[in-house]
């Protein structure tokens, strides 16, 4: 299940279950979207990104979303492993402005 | 992929001193470099780009002269914070692109910044 945390809200799924982590980004102009993964005491990691002409991108493992008139994102992670677990932020740049501008974050836990 | 290196991983000093804290590439040349701060269980917040050859463009509410940024050079740049206060104290993120806009940003291992 999905609870808020003081800070970060944390997602809670099975070990070998589906992950979707969710996320909505603030300005409609943004044209460039990613999605980061950052263990504890590290750097984020890029995971996957998508433009803005694009509503489905995939990689390995990982699906990403995009809905722009709602301005969400979201990003799927199948069979999830403990080595999933870690802080998932999602970022939005615009091509203009160039720089990356992070959501809020959202904690992956995974249960055995 | 491309490598972002920060130097020191982490660092304590004492208030009122002031602290460099450097962030290279090492596998490619980066005009454009950002450095963002990250407060426990919070997002990162972007605090300034930095243009080799040019200042640096601080995002609102960050203040340019308690964080120095100097890109000397197109695989390093370096953020001072100067006169550092137990607020300071924070985990010091930069990243850099390998190609121009829209391209991929790579980032660094973080800088741990204690300030006692």
């Known amino acids: 299940g999905e609870s808020v945390g003081l800070h970060l809200p944390t997602l809670s799924v099975q070990e070998g279950d589906n992950s979707i982590i969710n996320c909505a980004y603030s300005?409609?102009?943004?044209?460039?979207f990613i999605w980061y993964k950052q263990e504890s005491g590290k750097g984020p990691q890029f995971i996957i990104d998508i433009r803005s002409n694009m509503d489905k991108r995939q990689g390995q493992r990982v699906t990403v979303l995009l809905n722009k008139t709602v301005k969400h994102l979201s990003l799927q992670i199948a069979a999830t492993q403990p080595g999933d677990s870690a802080v998932y932020f999602c970022a939005e740049a615009h091509e203009i402005e160039d720089k990356i501008i992070f959501g809020k974050g959202t904690r992956l836990h995974i249960l055995p | 992929g491309a490598v972002v290196s920060q130097h020191p991983s982490w660092v304590i000093c004492k208030s009122g001193t002031s602290v460099k804290i450097e962030c290279r590439s090492l596998?490619?040349?980066?005009?454009?470099m950002f450095w963002y701060r990250q407060f426990p269980k919070q997002s990162l917040m972007l605090m300034a780009t930095?243009?080799?050859?040019?200042?640096?463009?601080?995002e609102q509410g960050v203040e340019k002269d308690k964080f120095l940024i100097n890109h000397a050079s197109l695989t390093l740049s370096t953020l001072t914070v100067t006169s550092a206060h137990p607020e300071d104290s924070s985990f010091y993120i930069c990243s850099a692109r390998v190609g121009g806009q829209g391209s991929e940003a790579f980032f660094g291992q973080g800088t741990r910044l204690t300030v006692v």
């Open positions: 300005n409609s102009a943004s044209d460039y």
């Open positions: 930095s243009n080799e050859g040019s200042k640096a463009t601080y």
């Open positions: 596998d490619f040349q980066a005009t454009t």
